[in-house]
């Protein structure tokens, strides 16, 4: 999967509102993605994806908003082991054409942005991603953003789905293969050997270097997101892609078995001939 990623230059002389702002192109998608640890930046965008839904997520008559979630970690001086108060301190948000990297506050310091926490509390707004549960109960602990509606891309697979999905095995299944079944085969992400760090010298700031990890931190919120949309509104194409999916499994391992069977009856037959020429001797 082909995944480009360029700095927004204008966005870093906005006065009020602090921000880096990336375009990341996602095959033919676009995704714009501000990178930022202000509340007014936090609560724009949050006005700004709930506007595109409908004019307003918090209205009762309009549709709900899938967002799609993950976290990542931010360390430090360099080191580690320093401000190692959460296993994680990075909220990274897709809607659409929109994510949002949120550098999360210290718990110990500051509150987390009101119109997050008033954001995630709705409803009508639908948290989705892989193994999410655990890390919703760590953000309410950590930093008090209670989650009314999560849904894991795990379960909601298998409900939608059943037998195949199971068939698969799809539990085990970290983001990029869980995203590789139930997207396609062409969801295939690309990513380095080591992992890419946020480490800075000055807490509570990302600098706007690390293309890098905005470029899979935008992929890993924009999976999360697509995987929800498609699996509550387009089952079907998740099901054709899941079936292609076991079919190539079925295949690989029939090659497999095969491949093994014909070295199980080479040794044997190798086997026969020592045995043949052991009797001749005798």
């Known amino acids: ?3 480009t990623v360029e700095m927004i230059k204008e966005s870093l002389k906005d006065p009020y509102y602090h921000y880096n702002g990336y375009t990341i192109h996602v095959e033919n998608h676009r995704i714009l993605t501000v990178i930022s640890g202000c509340d007014l930046t936090v609560s724009k965008w949050i006005k700004h994806v709930s506007k ?16 799609g979630v993950s976290t990542d970690k931010q ?6 082991s320093s401000e190692n108060y959460s296993p994680y301190n990075i909220l990274q948000l897709c809607v659409g054409s929109h994510c949002l990297i949120y550098h999360l506050p210290h718990p110990e310091c500051y509150y987390t942005c ?3 926490r008033d954001f995630f509390s709705n409803p009508k707004v639908i948290a989705v991603g892989v193994n999410i549960k655990p890390v919703a109960k760590q953000l309410e602990k ?8 999560v849904i894991d891309v795990h379960e909601l697979a298998v409900k939608k789905i059943g037998q195949e999905l199971l068939d698969l095995n799809l539990s ?9 079944a139930l997207l396609g085969k062409h969801m295939d992400v690309v990513r380095p050997e080591e992992k890419a760090e946020w480490s800075t010298n000055t807490p509570y700031c990302i600098y706007y270097e690390y293309h890098e990890q905005v470029k899979l931190a935008t992929v890993d919120a924009y999976l999360c997101f697509l995987m929800g ?22 295949k690989k391992e029939s090659k497999h078995l095969k491949n093994h069977r014909k070295k199980k009856t080479k040794i044997l037959f190798k086997r026969s001939r020592v045995d043949f020429r052991d009797d001749m001797v005798w």
């Open 142 to 149: 950590e930093f008090e953003i209670k989650f009314e509606k």
């Open 172 to 180: 085990k299944f970290d983001l990029d293969n869980m995203a590789k």
């Open 229 to 250: 949309w498609e699996l509550l509104y387009d089952t079907d194409e998740c099901k054709r892609n899941v079936s292609l999916a076991l079919k190539q499994k079925m």
């Open 52 to 67: 595109t839904n409908n004019d307003s997520a918090s209205s009762s008559s309009k549709k709900s908003l899938i967002v």
């Open 1 to 3: 999967m082909e995944i």
């Open 75 to 80: 360390y430090f001086s360099g080191s580690k």
């Open 114 to 116: 009101k119109s997050l």
